[in-house]
Structure formats: structure tokens, C-alpha cells
């Protein structure tokens, strides 16, 4: 069974770095993208950007270019999204989510984590 | 970037009832990389239709996606209580985006 098991929630301050994680099992993680989408709160789903843990090939969205940092480690089987400076507008749900394939073609997301609250408050 | 803008943005409909959701791209979508996701209350979303029109696994054929180039539409044949819920339009092209949603109440 493919499952992703995101870390816990997160109370920062602004300007703190935080990194947060998402560890798959159930499937190889290095063939398939690991994709970050943000959901503020009451609003939409916001898609931030994916990561290939075959061969860290990462793309942005162009929102979120310059803003975070989406990383993994494959002998981990972990994805991680991460910031440098935390701003009140980063409170969110960050969901990472499972392609369904590496083509482009299948690169919706087929499984997905449980969410991870971030709340940015002084 | 492909901004897509789903309507209506709230559905008021009856249990039974047949629920039609629009999806349009500023552009067209390439090769009919569209997909639906519904997202209940506290719940992380779930697949529901990829490639316009193929069905994800487990999900009953009263879902239904079709349309290509710019133009989408999901469709629920009769509505069952636990389809209530928000649906999310998503473009996995070049650079991938979400619509802002559909709500799907009980009327």
C-alpha cells in the first residue's frame, strides 16, 4: 500500500526557517515525482512544485520560484519542503502528493499525504 | 502559465440530483492533461478523474470527466450524500495549475 506520512504540525515566528517533511513507503520512491501544494486557509489548492527523487530534478511553480526549497533524500525515502524566512502569509495545510508515473502524461497526483499544518505567528 | 477558472463556484443540488461542473483553460491543455479531485472537510483531496476522462481506481462510474483543448466538464450522475464536498480542476502540463474550486452543497 502506497502511503506518504507527512511530519507534524509547526508553530514559527516570522523570519524562523522551518523544513518539513513527507517520507513514502509502499512503492520505489525514486520513480516516481513528489509534488508540494499549498492550501491556505478557506481558500483553493495552490501547486508549488515537484521533485524527481530518481535524479533530484526539481521544478517550480512560478509563484513559489525563490520562495522555498523542495528536496529529497532517497535513502530516506523522505521529501522535504523548506524555507529560509517565514512569513505570516506562509501559514498553511502543505499536502505532498505521489504521481501516478514519471512521463508527463502522469504527472497528476494519485496519493497523498495527510497535511501538515504550518502556522506563522509573532 | 495556464490559469483555469471553474464555475459555477458554488452547486446547490438535492441528493439524486445530476451535478455538471465546468472547467476552462486560458489555453489549451495539453494532451487532455486534466484531472479532478474532490476534497471533503479535514480531508487531504482525492483522485477522481486524470487525462480528461479516465477514472481513478475505487471511484464510482456515476464521475464522469470529458473535454479537451480548453473546455472540461466533470460530471456527477446522481449525487450520493458523500459527494458532497469541493472539486478541484488541476493542468499537469509544462507548468501545472488548479482551478479555485467548486462547491458542492446540499441544497
Known amino acids: 500500500e502506497v502511503q506518504l506520512v507527512q511530519s507534524g504540525a509547526e508553530v514559527k515566528k516570522p523570519g524562523e526557517s522551518l523544513k518539513i517533511s513527507c517520507k513514502g513507503s509502499?512503492?520505489?520512491?525514486?520513480?516516481?515525482?513528489i509534488g508540494w501544494v499549498r492550501q491556505m486557509p478557506g481558500k483553493g489548492l495552490e501547486w508549488m512544485g515537484i521533485?524527481?527523487?530518481?535524479?533530484?530534478?526539481?521544478r517550480y511553480s512560478p509563484s513559489f520560484q525563490g520562495q522555498v526549497t523542495i528536496s529529497a533524500d532517497k535513502s530516506i525515502s523522505t521529501a522535504y519542503l523548506q524555507w529560509s524566512s517565514l512569513k505570516a502569509s506562509d501559514t498553511a495545510i502543505y499536502y505532498c502528493?505521489?504521481?501516478?508515473?514519471?512521463?508527463?502524461?502522469?504527472?497528476?497526483?494519485?496519493?497523498w499525504g495527510q497535511g501538515s499544518l504550518v502556522t506563522v505567528s509573532s | 502559465e495556464i490559469v483555469l477558472t471553474q464555475s459555477p463556484g458554488t452547486l446547490s443540488l438535492s441528493p439524486g440530483e445530476r451535478a455538471t461542473l465546468s472547467c476552462r483553460a486560458s489555453?489549451?491543455?495539453?494532451?487532455?492533461?486534466l484531472a479532478w479531485y474532490q476534497q471533503k472537510p479535514g480531508q487531504a483531496p482525492r483522485l477522481l478523474i486524470y487525462?480528461?476522462?479516465s477514472r481513478a481506481a475505487g471511484i464510482p462510474d456515476r464521475f464522469s470527466g470529458s473535454g479537451s483543448g480548453t473546455d472540461f466538464t466533470l460530471t456527477i450522475s446522481r449525487l450520493e450524500p458523500e459527494d458532497f464536498a469541493v472539486y478541484y480542476c488541476?493542468?499537469?502540463?509544462?507548468?501545472?495549475?488548479f482551478g479555485q474550486g467548486t462547491k458542492v452543497e446540499i441544497k
Open positions: 521533485i524527481y527523487p530518481g535524479d533530484s530534478d526539481t
Open positions: 502528493a505521489r504521481s501516478a508515473g514519471y512521463s508527463s502524461s502522469n504527472r497528476y497526483f494519485k496519493h
Open positions: 489555453q489549451s491543455v495539453s494532451s487532455s492533461s
Open positions: 487525462g480528461a476522462s
Open positions: 509502499g512503492y520505489s520512491f525514486t520513480s516516481y515525482w
Open positions: 488541476q493542468q499537469y502540463g509544462s507548468s501545472p495549475t
